[in-house]
């Protein structure tokens, strides 16, 4: 199938996606990605076409990368788990040793009070009787005798229900522990196979920029690029020209100036003749949280060469913001954002050498300058 028609036919597809309302419930969520996922099956298909034009090294590139993106992924959630289990920990230190600090006080107040009876004898009741006291003195006695007599009962039963917790904190601190040791040993192996793929990387990139040395190829592989993601660009914006976001408070056209920054710092790189339609470079390092500038709707989540692992949101209106170059996606086709939700993570995806986002806003096709859109506070 031909470009073109390959590109007329997912504009058709994208068309025909009924999009829904925001979700209200994660069962409504579930349905409408499931549907449009549905719906693009046939573009998917177009997307593997796509990449059987590609070259070897290319594929192999792609590949590497998808295996770099799954790894950074794990160690991400590695490292969320690891930091909730120290929160956890911390939390089960702080019961452990409240527990202690109770129980040695009760333990003082149960021994005060078992010296006391000592020193009184075990025949209290009998003593009040036998010291020549009026019967009602030897009553009342009698029953505040008791009722001490069941204070210390309750205290010893709370001694030992704080005992018996104070032993299931224990316990789960040390499982806790043995969780954290076990992820932090995983962590470690993931990084140490991250390190040796990105080194296998680094020869495929070598490889391609010999492949590319000769005359004019690498001019020439740029311009293909370029192009093919133009028409790529501009279909994907004719069909999503009829998809519905829900009305928002602060739709995208008052946003001028407004927006959430896509990184914590905005620092802009040279393109040095790199596909950049229209976008900006943004330095950035590896791992680095990349954010949603508004709300809207992920409507492309793909590897595609020249961008990397790349991002688009619909943001209704006609307006769309693009994110490439991405270690990794944390986001699917037909899932919501809000501003400043984590879509993605730097990197150097599609064969850049160094990590960097690449960033773009479009409107109704074209593009429009992306860093007068961010707030500079």
């Known amino acids: 199938m031909g470009l073109k028609a390959c590109l007329l036919l997912m504009m058709a597809l994208l068309s025909s996606v009924s999009w829904a309302a925001e979700p209200q419930t994660p069962e409504e969520a579930r349905a409408q990605i499931e549907a449009l996922k549905d719906d693009l099956k046939e573009l998917n298909g177009w997307l593997e076409d796509l990449k059987d034009e590609r070259s070897s090294v290319e594929q192999q590139l792609e590949g590497k990368e998808q295996v770099i993106q799954d790894l950074s992924k794990r160690i991400l959630e590695l490292q969320q788990s690891l930091k909730q289990g120290a929160a956890q920990l911390e939390d089960l230190q702080v019961q452990q040793r409240d527990l202690q600090r109770s129980i040695q006080q009760q333990n003082a107040q149960i021994a005060a009070q078992l010296r006391a009876v000592y020193r009184s ?70 990084q140490r196979r991250v390190e040796q793929e990105q080194a296998q990387r680094k020869k495929l990139l070598a490889k391609i920029e010999t492949d590319l040395s000769s005359g004019d190829r690498k001019a020439q592989q740029l311009q293909k690029d370029q192009a093919q993601m133009q028409a790529l660009l501009k279909q994907l914006e004719k069909a999503l020209a009829d998809v519905r976001i829900p009305d928002q408070d602060t739709p995208f056209a008052a946003q001028k100036g407004k927006l959430i920054p896509p990184l914590s710092k905005i ?83 599609g064969g850049r050498a160094i990590p960097a986002l690449f960033f773009a806003i479009r409107h109704n096709g074209e593009p429009i300058a992306a860093l007068r859109w961010l707030s500079k506070s």
Do not use: C
Not at 126 to 146: F, G, K, T
Not at 323 to 332: A, I, T, V, W
């Open 121 to 190: 004898g075990s025949e209290e009741g009998l003593q009040y009787l036998l010291n020549d006291l009026p019967a009602d003195e030897s009553m009342r006695l009698i029953h505040y005798n008791r009722y001490f007599s069941n204070a210390r009962q309750s205290l010893i039963n709370g001694y030992a229900a704080q005992a018996s917790e104070l032993n299931l904190v224990e316990k789960s601190i040390r499982s806790q522990r043995a969780q954290m040791i076990q992820e932090q040993e995983e962590l470690t192996k993931q």
């Open 267 to 349: 620092r802009e790189l040279s393109t040095n003749a790199q596909v950049n339609l229209g976008g900006v470079t943004l330095a950035a390092d590896t791992g680095d949280a990349v954010r949603a500038v508004h709300h809207g709707r992920v409507v492309f989540a793909d590897w595609m060469r020249g961008f990397g692992f790349l991002i688009i949101l619909d943001h209704g209106g006609g307006y769309m913001s693009l994110y490439g170059y991405n270690q990794s996606l944390l986001k699917d086709v037909g899932e919501w954002v809000n501003a400043n939700d984590t879509i993605a993570t730097a990197g150097s995806s």
